[in-house]
């Protein structure tokens, strides 16, 4: 074989050489970034899953809140629809909140 063809293989092979060093320098590097980035990816995917939790726990608690006073805006619609239509209703309110009474009436306290 001619010296030259040997020269222009050593060259060759020395040429791969470098740049299978260039990439056994750079792979590793890859692979630390890439896992850095997973780290950081997990931590924002973990923070973002807590978030959504607490949004949906004050969402739930919300949803009992309002059923709770929209049973109790029905139950106060109903007593003042009965307040409305009924004289003897308005009368006993009257005497049980206010502590009025009728002309001649007397009226006894007790403590419980």
Do not use: H
Request: proline share 3%; glycine share 4%.
């Amino acid at each position: 074989m001619p010296s030259f063809v040997l020269q222009s293989l050593l060259v060759v092979t020395c040429r791969a050489m470098n740049e299978m060093r260039k990439y056994q320098m750079i792979l590793p590097a890859l692979a630390f970034a890439l896992a850095g980035a997973c780290a950081i990816f997990g931590v924002i995917l973990m923070q973002s899953w807590r978030e959504y939790n607490a949004f949906n726990d004050r969402n739930a608690q919300a949803q009992a809140k309002l059923i709770e006073l929209k049973q109790r805006n029905a139950e106060q619609q109903a007593y003042l629809a009965e307040l409305q239509s009924n004289p003897d209703m308005v009368e006993r309110a009257v005497r049980e909140r206010l502590g009025y009474s009728r002309e001649g009436e007397l009226i006894f306290k007790f403590d419980r």
